[in-house]
């Protein structure tokens, strides 16, 4: 999964951006309203973390030019704007939730893991395909009952796999889920996290699309 953080202070950025990569998820941080226009302009990201006191152009702007272009991911307004009619507002303008700074990170994350299930289709917490479970909270796999021990970026992509199972990934796709910018990326680096993770999910369990890319098995 890969979230975008809109936010100018850089203190609670950096706390924002370490908490979200230890959960597992590649993350992208604009500074500001212009910054933050230009790339959700690329379409790459499933979800939004969006301060509205921003400078060059104000939270609340960015968000109703976002949806009036069609953007579609889920936005968290993450603000210290706490009166109800700023609330109400930043709804009506198309969020899907609100934290008032300063909120709790494991709270964020929680609300952050509830959206991409809506999007998804996902009602239940954990999500399983045949043998498998993937539970998000607790950043944990199992097969058969048994746990797996993956690293993040494995369990990033079987995340990235089991929440559309019937869905076959490029690898480019796969890259803007597991990779954020600055980050290096081979150009055998999808493959070699698939046969990592082939190696202790079961080699049959994750299957070659040739030409197109991967996707799990069907049950």
């Given at each position: 999964m890969r979230l975008l953080l809109v936010e100018d202070d850089d203190m609670i950025a950096e706390t924002v951006l370490g908490a979200m990569r230890r959960a597992g998820y590649a993350i992208?941080?604009?500074?500001?309203?212009?910054?933050?226009?230009?790339?959700?302009g690329n379409g790459v990201y499933d979800l939004v973390l969006l301060d509205l006191g921003l400078p060059k152009k104000d939270g609340i702007?960015?968000?109703?030019?976002?949806?009036?272009?069609?953007?579609a991911?889920?936005?968290?307004?993450?603000?210290?704007?706490?009166?109800?009619?700023?609330?109400?507002?930043?709804?009506?303008?198309?969020a899907d939730d609100y934290l008032i700074k300063p909120f709790d990170l494991d709270e964020l994350a929680a609300r952050i893991r509830a959206l991409?299930?809506?999007?998804?289709?996902?009602?239940?917490?954990?999500?399983?395909?045949?043998?498998?479970?993937?539970?998000?909270?607790?950043h944990e796999v199992t097969k058969a009952g048994e746990l797996l021990p993956l690293v993040p970026r494995e369990f990033a992509l079987l995340q990235a796999l089991i929440e559309e199972p019937t869905r076959v990934f490029t690898?480019?796709?796969?890259?803007?889920?597991?990779?954020?910018?600055?980050?290096?990326?081979?150009?055998?680096?999808?493959?070699?996290?698939?046969?990592?993770?082939?190696?202790?999910?079961?080699?049959?369990?994750?299957?070659?699309?040739?030409?197109?890319?991967?996707?799990?098995?069907?049950?």
């Open positions: 992208d941080w604009a500074e500001d309203g212009r910054a933050a226009e230009l790339s959700l702007d960015v968000l109703n030019a976002y949806r009036k272009s069609g953007g991911a889920p936005v968290i307004i993450l603000t210290a704007r706490d009166a109800v009619d700023e609330r109400i507002r930043g709804l009506d303008a198309g991409l299930r809506r999007r998804t289709g996902q009602k239940q917490p954990v999500y399983a395909h045949g043998e498998l479970t993937l539970d998000p909270a607790a690898k480019a796709e796969l890259e803007e889920k597991l990779y954020g910018w600055g980050e290096e990326v081979g150009s055998n680096t999808i493959e070699v996290h698939v046969h990592s993770l082939r190696r202790k999910i079961g080699a049959d369990q994750v299957v070659t699309v040739r030409g197109v890319g991967y996707r799990l098995k069907r049950c």
